[in-house]
T-cell receptor, first 116, second 117 residues
Framework: AQTVTQSQPEMSVQEAETVTLSCTYD???????LFWYKQPPSRQMILVIR??????QNATENRFSVNFQKAAKSFSLKISDSQLGDAAMYFC?????????????FGKGTKLTVNP | GVVVSQHPSRVICKSGTSVKIECRSL??????MFWYRQFPKQSLMLMAT?????????EQGVEKDKFLINHASLTLSTLTVTSAHPEDSSFYIC?????????????FGPGTRLTVL
C-alpha cells in the first residue's frame, strides 16, 4: 500500500525567509500525482501545488515550488519570502494513476509557524 | 476558481438524532465526491467515495448504515449521520473531482463541525 511520510510535525520560519517542508512516499507505480495542500486555522483545505510524476520539471506556483526527486520518492515544498498568511498545516498527498483508485493518501501534516 | 460548498458549517445536535450535511460543487459537475473525517490535530481520514447515481464505496471500518451517503446529482452529495452519538463529534470535509482540466485533483469544501451532545 502507498504511504506518505512527513517527518517534520512542526516547522517555523521568519517572515520573508525561505522554508522547506519534507515529504517522502512509497509506491510501486511509475505514474502518479503528488499534491501539497494547505489547511489554515479556518480548516479549509487549499490546493497549493500539484505535480505529475511523469513530468521531470518541478512544479511552481508563485512563491511555492517543489523539489521532486522521483528515484528517491521525495517531494519537498519550498516556500520563498514567507508571509504571515502562510502559517497553516501543510499536507502532502499522493494519488495513484488514472484508471485506478482516485483516493488521496495523506501524510500526517506539518504545522508551519511564521514569525514576524 | 473551483468552488465546493458545504452546509451547514456548524451543527449541534442531541444524541440519537440524525444530521444531514450537504456538499455542492458550484461551478462544475463533479464526477466523484469524497467524504473525510478529521479529528483535532490529525490528518484527514477518508470515509467514503461516491459517484453520481451509484452506491458509495466505504472505507474499511466505516459503518455504511450509520454514515449514509447519497450522490443524487453531479453537483450534490449528502452525508447523513444517523442516530448520532458524542463519539461522532468531529470535523467532516467533502471534496470533489471532475473530468475537467485537472481530473486527478480534489477540491475541498470548507468543512462541517458536528457536535453531538
Amino acid at each position: 500500500a502507498q504511504t506518505v511520510t512527513q517527518s517534520q510535525p512542526e516547522m517555523s520560519v521568519q517572515e520573508a525567509e525561505t522554508v522547506t517542508l519534507s515529504c517522502t512516499y512509497d509506491t510501486s507505480e511509475s505514474d502518479y500525482y503528488l499534491f501539497w495542500y494547505k489547511q489554515p486555522p479556518s480548516r479549509q483545505m487549499i490546493l497549493v501545488i500539484r505535480q505529475e510524476a511523469y513530468k521531470q520539471q518541478n512544479a511552481t506556483e508563485n512563491r511555492f515550488s517543489v523539489n521532486f526527486q522521483k528515484a528517491a520518492k521525495s517531494f519537498s515544498l519550498k516556500i520563498s519570502d514567507s508571509q504571515l498568511g502562510d502559517a497553516a498545516m501543510y499536507f502532502c498527498a499522493y494519488r495513484p494513476p488514472q484508471g485506478g483508485s482516485e483516493k488521496l493518501v495523506f501524510g500526517k501534516g506539518t504545522k508551519l509557524t511564521v514569525n514576524p | 476558481g473551483v468552488v465546493v460548498s458545504q452546509h451547514p458549517s456548524r451543527v449541534i445536535c442531541k444524541s440519537g438524532t440524525s444530521v444531514k450535511i450537504e456538499c455542492r460543487s458550484l461551478d462544475f459537475q463533479a464526477t466523484t465526491m469524497f467524504w473525510y473525517r478529521q479529528f483535532p490535530k490529525q490528518s484527514l481520514m477518508l470515509m467514503a467515495t461516491s459517484n453520481e447515481g451509484s452506491k458509495a464505496t466505504y472505507e474499511q471500518g466505516v459503518e455504511k448504515d450509520k454514515f449514509l451517503i447519497n450522490h443524487a446529482s453531479l453537483t450534490l452529495s449528502t452525508l447523513t449521520v444517523t442516530s448520532a452519538h458524542p463519539e461522532d463529534s468531529s470535523f467532516y470535509i467533502c471534496s470533489a473531482s471532475w473530468s475537467g482540466v485537472l481530473p486527478d485533483t480534489q477540491y475541498f469544501g470548507p468543512g462541517t463541525r458536528l457536535t453531538v451532545l
